[in-house]
């Protein structure tokens, strides 16, 4: 193997692990990387405060082992879930695409190169999203919690490399597995592997998160020997994880041994069956992925599609459509956001449901799910409006512009509304209309439909981009700040649903909610509409407007650059 | 009898990158039922002329006019009367030729039905139509470019601007296209076409324009150029203003240099 090559090639997979066709050409990989691991050591640093505030002696001694493992447990499947995310998120980055299969194969580079410097690639991108999740918390917790109590140095250390070691283990496990699947099914005849892959991807994510959410809580001494327990902890990996640490760490109950034995064995099947799937699917796709198209071909009866207003609000809402049932990035980011909302509906049936307490109303369930799920999904659809697509096909919109701006700003606000709103808002109406009296049915579904119109407003507000089609600019956004407006919505949420249920037993009290809700989508609408409407309006296509002054680059005698230091060419679009 | 008025004019264009100027103080015109063949070597300024004239980039100075008034009074309407065939073959490859097609007509804001037919005899003419419910990914280059040429001609432009249409195109549509070229400027439209394919502009185009280095270095009918220059065809008066290099020196160098 050619060691520069394989260096060549390990740097260029590795910064290439994002999609990076999505960025505005102002915008920086490195920094788009950077705001990853920001958000990963920003979310290890909420771990850390959990270490610090920790105070074992606040704990009864007999509770105080549940407590531990519980937390162990926690960690471990917050590590699985992130690096499930992340191994669904990078799917299209395991193998070479077709680019690269174009630009590499005619050049005298050996297919095990490539292959190793992929490997590589992925190897250290999954290592560093698992340190970038325990930077702080992967020092605290091991060394000031979880070291068995009088072990002194020694038992700091052990504690710090069976935690690091169980970590980097349950991550390598989920990240396998998913590659596994991945490869096994690309021993599938290709056209069938990419239509196939999208479903799978799909699938991958929900099992990630409905595990992660829904999984229940055994760890304790009397669940995990329970005989009626053994059959899920067998399905349940991040209980085998819990095992391994328990045993790395020299803390080990006896009945966490069979799960430490299952915890070693999954994650040797898991790489050994990892690495043949994918060594004999990459050699493949080798061959076959300069052969066949990478998107199957469309059939005559899903290119229909109804109008929806004027032309430009049709052409605009179809390719809306088209685009993201077709494009899979974007159908996966979606998927994030409607699975945080089913995690958070999730949690409340497991938790809160009516069969569980009584005291909770009945109807409290279908209320909260939703009002979650119509935000989860206003919310993903705009996020995903924002990132484009074939960025520099662009340019035909540009010329055919032949409308003024508000047409298009009206435009652009149908998509979320067809493609978010009306789904929920019918989907709901089925479900209610069918399990609930008409009367308090068509009450609540005036108020989702306010409620989803006013985040519709509220989320367009400012946003001057035809879905999918302006550049995307990392960096601009705070995420930080984003999870805090997050908690705030979420409050928001609990704050409505606490004043709708006492005011769907009050009609007064529901008129007013009613009008309060409707002022307010008034006001949204039309402040929404106002800014559409402001002269300096103009539809955005790069997310990074040029600069006001232009500088001309001369040099210090006044003099225009020569040919020989000259700017690189101008921009394409 | 054509009319004059829907003349193309551009006086002083100049456009400045940061540390470069691309196009240099550009003036020339282009008349219905006259094709003007737009030539340069790369790098000349040619397609960024070509988007400044589309409204796709600003120019720093200068003005561009269509029908006598400056594009930038009323951009909406004159995008309404110009269609435009890119460089680079870029098109939204999720869509199908045809829902290609449609999009782009709906932007346009054509009425429906006569849209819908003038796409489908495009896509049967350009022969597409066995293949306009595939994704534009799985077209050949050719395919693509014959795509945005139907998009460019789908409204029935006064203005039409091709760069490059000859790309990828194979022998008989390129016939078809030159044919094409020739019937619309015959039937009253202005049309501007760039092109490296020297022997295609010298048949097709009554007047050229040649750029070097962001200026204009000829601006004349080929004939007239022809009798000037007391040259035999396009291809040597093309050399003469805008190729500056020893081709035969820098062949000799580069086989030199590979070893051959």
Redo the contacts between chains.
């Keep these: 193997m050619n060691n520069l090559q394989f260096r060549i090639l390990y740097r260029e997979f590795l910064f290439r692990m994002v999609d990076l066709e999505l960025l505005s050409p102002q915008g920086d990989i490195t920094k788009l990387l950077g705001q990853f691991a920001g958000l990963l050591i920003w979310i290890s640093s909420g771990l850390l405060l959990g270490a610090l505030f920790f105070d074992a002696r606040r704990i009864p001694p007999n509770a105080l082992m549940t407590v531990l493992w519980s937390q162990e447990h926690f960690l471990i499947a917050t590590t699985m879930l992130v690096v499930g995310l992340f191994a669904v998120l990078s799917w299209e980055s395991t193998f070479l695409n077709r680019r690269d299969v174009l630009v590499l194969a005619p050049l005298p580079i050996r297919a095990r190169t490539m292959f190793l410097a992929k490997v590589a690639s992925v190897a250290t991108a999954l290592s560093l999203t698992v340190v970038s999740l325990h930077t702080l918390a992967g020092v605290a917790w091991p060394v000031l919690v979880f070291s068995p109590a009088n072990s002194g140095l020694l038992g700091m250390i052990r504690s710090l490399a069976a935690y690091w070691v169980t970590m980097l283990s349950a991550g390598a496990f989920i990240f396998c597995s998913v590659l596994g699947v991945q490869g096994l099914a690309a021993q599938l005849p290709r056209r069938l592997f990419l239509r196939l892959s999208a479903v799978l991807q799909m699938a991958a994510f929900c099992l990630v998160v409905s595990v992660y959410f829904l999984q229940p809580s055994l760890a304790t001494p009397r669940a995990l020997a329970a005989a009626q327990n053994q059959h899920a902890l067998a399905w349940l990996p991040s209980y085998w994880f819990l095992g391994l640490f328990q045993a790395l760490n020299g803390s080990m109950h006896p009945a966490m041994a069979p799960l430490a034995r299952r915890a070693c064995l999954g994650l040797a099947l898991a790489i050994v069956g990892a690495g043949a799937a994918f060594l004999l699917s990459y050699f493949r796709t080798l061959r076959k992925i300069v052969e066949e198209?990478?998107?199957v071909?469309?059939?005559?009866g899903v290119?229909w599609l109804p109008r929806f207003g004027?032309?430009?609000e049709?052409?605009v809402v179809?390719?809306s459509i088209?685009?993201l049932l077709?494009?899979r990035q974007h159908r996966v980011i979606l998927a994030f956001y409607l699975g945080i909302g089913f995690a958070l509906v999730s949690l409340l049936w497991k938790n809160g449901g009516p069969r569980r307490q009584a005291d909770i109303p009945s109807i409290v369930s279908p209320i909260f799910s939703s009002i979650v799920m119509m935000t989860a999904w206003v919310v993903g659809t705009r996020v995903v409006f924002a990132m484009p697509?074939?960025l520099?096909?662009n340019?035909?919109?540009?010329?055919?512009?032949?409308?003024?701006t508000p047409e298009y700003l009206a435009a652009i606000r149908r998509p979320l509304f067809v493609l978010s709103v009306g789904p929920v808002w019918l989907v709901s109406a089925a479900v209610f209309l069918s399990a609930w009296p008409w009367r308090p049915a068509v009450e609540h579904l005036v108020i989702l439909g306010l409620w989803g119109t006013i985040l519709a407003y509220v989320s367009l507000y400012g946003f001057h981009k035809i879905p999918f089609t302006c550049s995307y600019l990392p960096g601009k956004s705070k995420v930080n700040l984003m999870f805090i407006a997050a908690a705030g919505l979420l409050q928001a949420i609990g704050f409505g649903i606490a004043s709708e249920l006492r005011a769907l037993h009050d009609p007064a009290r529901y008129a007013e909610l009613v009008v309060i809700l409707g002022i307010a989508a008034v006001c949204c609408w039309w402040r929404t509409v106002a800014l559409a409407r402001a002269e300096e309006s103009v539809v955005l296509f790069e997310e990074e407007e040029s600069p006001a002054i232009?500088?001309?680059?001369l040099f210090r005698d006044g003099a225009?650059?020569t040919e020989a230091?000259?700017?690189p060419?101008?921009p394409?679009? | 009898m054509v009319s004059l008025n829907f003349m193309l004019e551009l006086r002083n264009v100049t456009?400045?990158?940061?540390?470069?100027?691309?196009v240099d103080n550009v003036s020339f015109s282009a008349h219905p039922g006259e094709i003007t063949g737009y030539l340069g070597p790369n790098?000349s300024g040619k397609s960024?002329t070509m988007?400044m004239i589309?409204?796709?980039i600003e120019m720093?100075s200068g003005e561009i006019l269509f029908d006598g008034v400056p594009i930038r009074n009323d951009?909406?309407?004159y995008?309404?009367r110009?269609g435009?065939v890119?460089e680079?073959p870029?098109?939204?490859?999720?869509?199908?030729g045809?829902?290609y097609l449609a999009?782009?007509?709906?932007?346009?804001?054509?009425p429906?039905k006569p849209a819908a037919n003038c796409i489908n005899g495009l896509l049967r003419l350009f022969s597409l139509h066995g293949d306009r419910?595939?994704?534009i990914?799985?077209y050949s280059k050719g395919m693509r470019q014959k795509v945005l040429l139907s998009?460019a001609l789908l409204h029935n432009p006064d203005l039409i601007l091709l760069d490059e249409p000859f790309s990828g195109l194979d022998v008989g549509t390129a016939l078809v296209l030159r044919s094409l070229i020739q019937e619309l400027a015959a039937r009253g439209k202005v049309v501007l076409f760039s092109s490296h394919e020297l022997e295609t502009v010298e048949r097709v185009s009554s007047r050229v324009v040649i750029l070097h280095r962001g200026k204009i270095v000829a601006d004349d009918s080929i004939e007239h150029l022809r009798t000037l220059m007391a040259l035999p065809t396009l291809e040597d008066i093309f050399s003469q203003l805008a190729v500056e290099q020893d081709t035969a020196g820098i062949s000799r160098e580069i086989a030199d240099l590979i070893g051959a």
């Design positions: 198209p990478d998107i071909a469309g059939v005559r290119n004027n032309s430009l049709t052409a179809q390719f088209r685009t077709r494009s697509l074939d520099r096909a340019w035909m919109f540009r010329v055919t512009s032949v409308h003024r232009l500088g001309l680059g225009l650059p230091a000259a700017a060419n101008p394409a679009y | 456009k400045r990158f940061p540390g470069t100027i691309a790098g960024t988007k589309t409204g796709l720093s951009l909406l309407a995008k309404r110009m435009y890119p680079e870029y098109l939204y490859t999720h869509l199908s045809l829902e999009m782009v007509s709906q932007l346009r804001g054509l429906a419910h595939s994704p990914s799985n998009a």
